[in-house]
């Protein structure tokens, strides 16, 4: 067990180690919080491995999604000392050594993978490093490249970073109302409840005013094989940004309708990415768009909240149904519901037109047509929707 290399005085040493490969996985640690965990290793002490776990997990965790990559990472970094020095050896440059490859989630197993050769300086110069510290340059130009012109290595760094993009949904009155001081309803409950504590005095008039709620979200994401390259980044994107909203459902589009909203229920990214790829049957196979919003409409038409249901649509519009029948669906859809939006990734040209059929159906059904090709534009889609709902 790692613990015992105390008595060589390498226990701050591991411990740096160990937040850096947290931070290779993805966790937002600063000096800070590793300060606080040296802190608390003092003050449980070493005797109890389960006291240290508890006690680093409540200082270097901050969100549920990272709990699990946090407990995986420890149970293998804290085990042995022969594991942990190979481990050791690939987040210190002075170290040597080459370590095993832990059987974990992605997240972990590449947090722990071991470093590549050195490149020459020319093509060292071209290379993007897979680390959490990315210098700003390489975070500038990751932030308008496309999606589907990234490396290996700058993708899965990508899939890291879109995690980290909000998306606020702007606050719209809804049916709830909620106690005031402005409203047309005067509130009769708390009025006779505020008599009854003054002798039967009303000294003022409560009211209920309407709550203010983020709209009902309805996702759409298009899982044929030309939208193979973009579908797993957005679908980690909507996972993160949307987590905290009171009602989301997510739904596969291909050749058939598939239900995600169990996927998402998951609070680890990974574990969300796992289940969508064993529930999904047509994936890179074609899209039937309208057979599709067909059975949305007969099996999950409840789906939709009264007509306050923001739905987002992200597909690249290279449909392969009829056109006829993507029409008269797209047409209920928006009937239906607050807002349509169309999320291509196609925009990335600046001469793209809609002139297929499917994509001239989905530009004549929705409100809407918005970019999601690269982080810059995920970045803007959150002021978009806000401007465009502003108008509902």
Same mark, same amino acid.
């Given at each position: 067990?790692?613990?015992?290399?105390?008595?060589?005085?390498?226990?701050?040493?591991?411990?740096?180690?160990?937040?850096?490969?947290?931070?290779?996985?993805?966790?937002?640690?600063?000096?800070? &919080?590793? *300060?606080? $965990?040296?802190?608390?290793?003092? =003050?449980? !002490?070493?005797? @109890? /491995?389960?006291?240290?776990?508890?006690? #680093?997990?409540?200082?270097?965790?901050?969100?549920?999604?990272?709990?699990?990559?946090?407990?995986?990472?420890?149970?293998?970094?804290?085990?042995?000392?022969?594991?942990?020095?190979?481990?050791?050896?690939?987040?210190?440059?002075?170290?040597?050594?080459?370590?095993?490859?832990?059987?974990?989630?992605?997240?972990?197993?590449?947090?722990?993978?071991?470093?590549?050769?050195?490149?020459?300086?020319?093509?060292?110069?071209?290379?993007?490093?897979?680390?959490?510290?990315?210098?700003?340059?390489?975070?500038?130009?990751?932030?308008?490249?496309?999606?589907?012109?990234?490396?290996?290595?700058?993708?899965?760094?990508?899939?890291?970073?879109?995690?980290?993009?909000?998306?606020?949904?702007?606050?719209?009155?809804?049916?709830?109302?909620?106690?005031?001081? &402005?409203? *047309?309803? $005067?509130?009769?409950?708390?009025? =006779?409840? !505020?008599?009854? @504590? /003054?002798?039967?005095?009303?000294?003022? #008039?409560?009211?209920?005013?309407?709550?203010?709620?983020?709209?009902?979200?309805?996702?759409?994401?298009?899982?044929?094989?030309?939208?193979?390259?973009?579908?797993?980044?957005?679908?980690?994107?909507?996972?993160?940004?949307?987590?905290?909203?009171?009602?989301?459902?997510?739904?596969?589009?291909?050749?058939?309708?598939?239900?995600?909203?169990?996927?998402?229920?998951?609070?680890?990214?990974?574990?969300?990415?796992?289940?969508?790829?064993?529930?999904?049957?047509?994936?890179?196979?074609?899209?039937?768009?309208?057979?599709?919003?067909?059975?949305?409409?007969?099996?999950?038409?409840?789906?939709?909240?009264?007509?306050?249901?923001?739905?987002?649509?992200?597909?690249?519009?290279?449909?392969?149904?009829?056109?006829?029948?993507?029409?008269?669906?797209?047409?209920?859809?928006?009937?239906?519901?607050?807002?349509? =939006?169309?999320?291509?990734?196609?925009?990335?040209?600046?001469?793209?037109?809609?002139?297929?059929?499917?994509?001239?159906?989905?530009?004549?059904?929705?409100?809407?047509?918005?970019?999601?090709?690269?982080?810059?534009?995920?970045?803007?889609?959150?002021?978009?929707?806000?401007?465009?709902?502003?108008?509902?």
């Amino acid at each position: 067990m790692l613990l015992g290399d105390a008595r060589h005085g390498k226990l701050l040493g591991n411990l740096g180690g160990f937040a850096r490969a947290l931070r290779r996985a993805g966790l937002p640690l600063d000096a800070s &919080r590793i *300060a606080l $965990a040296a802190q608390a290793m003092q =003050l449980v !002490g070493l005797q @109890r /491995r389960e006291d240290l776990q508890a006690a #680093l997990e409540a200082v270097l965790v901050g969100d549920e999604a990272h709990r699990m990559v946090f407990r995986e990472m420890f149970d293998v970094f804290f085990r042995d000392p022969a594991v942990a020095s190979k481990l050791l050896a690939q987040m210190l440059p002075s170290a040597e050594g080459k370590a095993e490859a832990p059987r974990q989630r992605p997240r972990v197993r590449e947090a722990l993978a071991p470093a590549r050769p050195q490149q020459p300086s020319a093509q060292r110069e071209q290379a993007v490093e897979f680390d959490a510290c990315m210098t700003a340059d390489a975070r500038r130009r990751l932030r308008h490249a496309d999606f589907n012109a990234l490396g290996a290595a700058e993708y899965r760094l990508l899939e890291r970073l879109v995690r980290d993009i909000a998306l606020p949904l702007p606050r719209l009155p809804s049916r709830r109302l909620r106690a005031g001081t &402005r409203g *047309a309803r $005067a509130d009769w409950p708390r009025l =006779l409840r !505020g008599a009854a @504590r /003054r002798g039967g005095e009303c000294v003022e #008039l409560p009211r209920l005013q309407r709550r203010r709620e983020a709209p009902p979200l309805l996702v759409l994401v298009d899982v044929s094989g030309s939208m193979e390259r973009y579908t797993r980044l957005l679908l980690a994107f909507l996972h993160a940004a949307t987590r905290a909203l009171r009602r989301r459902d997510v739904f596969a589009v291909g050749t058939s309708l598939t239900d995600l909203t169990p996927a998402f229920a998951s609070a680890d990214g990974d574990d969300m990415l796992a289940a969508t790829a064993a529930a999904v049957e047509d994936f890179a196979g074609g899209t039937r768009l309208g057979e599709c919003l067909g059975t949305l409409r007969r099996e999950h038409a409840r789906r939709l909240v009264g007509r306050r249901t923001l739905v987002l649509l992200i597909s690249d519009g290279l449909d392969t149904g009829e056109p006829g029948v993507l029409q008269q669906e797209l047409a209920w859809l928006r009937r239906s519901s607050r807002r349509v =939006l169309w999320l291509n990734p196609l925009l990335r040209y600046a001469a793209y037109e809609p002139s297929a059929r499917g994509a001239a159906a989905l530009h004549a059904g929705s409100d809407a047509m918005l970019a999601v090709h690269n982080l810059a534009s995920l970045e803007q889609l959150a002021g978009s929707l806000a401007a465009l709902l502003g108008r509902a």
